[in-house]
């Protein structure tokens, strides 16, 4: 069975500084999908990144991006200047090949920018 | 993301109450999901649908019911609710016929916070 691991439950950063948070997974598909969801205080859950494993280019959306190790089955996101905006919960998500719709989601980082 | 809609947004009920959780969307996707969060174990799975006519069950079905009434409704019940059924939420949708990379993706509706007393 598909799991997901976030191994840092909170973490905290300076303002305008870098953090990354670390995700790890185990599976035995060779094509899945992995996504980095935000959750902020609203409660509403906002896609921030989406990787396809055939893909070796880390994907990067504006001051987000990715580390993608496929060997390692390893997805951490890396958030540049971050922002008094990013402080929330990000989620890891792992969905497979297998059609069955299904995302897997980590337990969570609790992420505090700090001014 | 208005596009996916749930109400109530909060609701609080007693034990054995039937609660219905209602879920809408915009988008035009086919596949519909119910998921709960609980704090320090993520979002699970409790139904999903990829169309009007079919339902499937999630990890966690026991206790729920779901019901599409059609391609933009997916409504969440709990028969005979429980306390260990407080939680938050979320609806969800996808569309298979999205660009290559993003049909898997998922867009959340804001999430119902459940209670039950």
């Known amino acids: 069975a598909q799991t997901v691991t976030q191994s840092q439950p909170e973490m905290s950063v300076q303002e305008a500084e870098t953090v990354t948070l670390s995700c790890t997974y185990d599976?035995?598909?060779?094509?899945?999908?992995l996504f980095w969801y935000k959750q902020p205080p609203s409660r509403q859950m906002i896609l921030v990144i989406r990787?396809?494993?055939?893909?070796?280019q880390n994907a990067t959306e504006n001051r987000f991006s990715v580390n993608f190790q496929k060997a390692a089955k390893s997805f951490s996101l890396k958030i540049s200047d971050s922002q008094l905006g990013d402080t929330a919960m990000y989620f890891c998500?792992?969905?497979?090949?297998?059609?069955?719709?299904?995302?897997?989601f980590g337990q969570g980082t609790t992420l505090q920018v700090k001014p | 993301d208005a596009d996916v809609t749930q109400t109530p947004r909060n609701r609080i009920t007693k034990t054995g109450k039937r609660i219905m959780l209602e879920c809408s969307q915009t988008?035009?996707?086919?596949?519909m999901y119910w998921y709960r969060q609980d704090p320090g174990l993520g979002l699970r799975l409790i139904y999903y649908?990829?169309?009007?006519?079919?339902?499937n069950k999630g990890e966690i079905s026991d206790g729920y019911s779901v019901s599409r009434q059609a391609q933009a409704k997916f409504s969440l019940s709990l028969e005979s609710a429980i306390p260990n059924q407080t939680a938050l939420y979320f609806c969800?949708?996808?569309?298979?016929?999205?660009?290559?990379?993003?049909?898997?993706?998922?867009?959340f509706g804001p999430g119902t916070r459940l209670l039950v007393l």
């Open positions: 969800a949708t996808s569309d298979p016929r999205a660009l290559a990379g993003a049909e898997e993706t998922q867009y």
């Open positions: 599976t035995s598909e060779s094509n899945y999908y």
């Open positions: 990787q396809e494993a055939y893909k070796q």
């Open positions: 998500a792992f969905h497979g090949s297998s059609n069955t719709g299904k995302l897997i």
């Open positions: 988008k035009g996707h086919d596949r």
């Open positions: 649908s990829f169309d009007v006519k079919d339902i």
